[in-house]
């Protein structure tokens, strides 16, 4: 059986990481501290070609 209090604090611990990440990313914003265009372009680049990994080659 699971310890229901154990998986609340768990779920409620991974929760306030998630707000204090959304927090500190709203006063970034808050300061003008966004990525570079190059710094934009390498994340995206990285995930496009993971992207064309994934699909099958077209016939």
Known sequence: ???FT???AEET???LSQIAEI???LAEADRCE????EELA???AKY????RRQ????T
Do not use: H, R, Y
Request: proline fraction near 7%.
């Open 1 to 3: 059986m699971v310890d």
């Open 6 to 8: 154990a998986q609340v």
């Open 13 to 15: 611990a991974i929760n």
């Open 23 to 25: 927090e500190a990313g």
């Open 34 to 37: 966004f990525a570079s265009e």
């Open 42 to 44: 390498t994340v995206i």
């Open 48 to 51: 496009v070609k993971a992207e």
């Open 55 to 58: 699909q099958p080659p077209s």
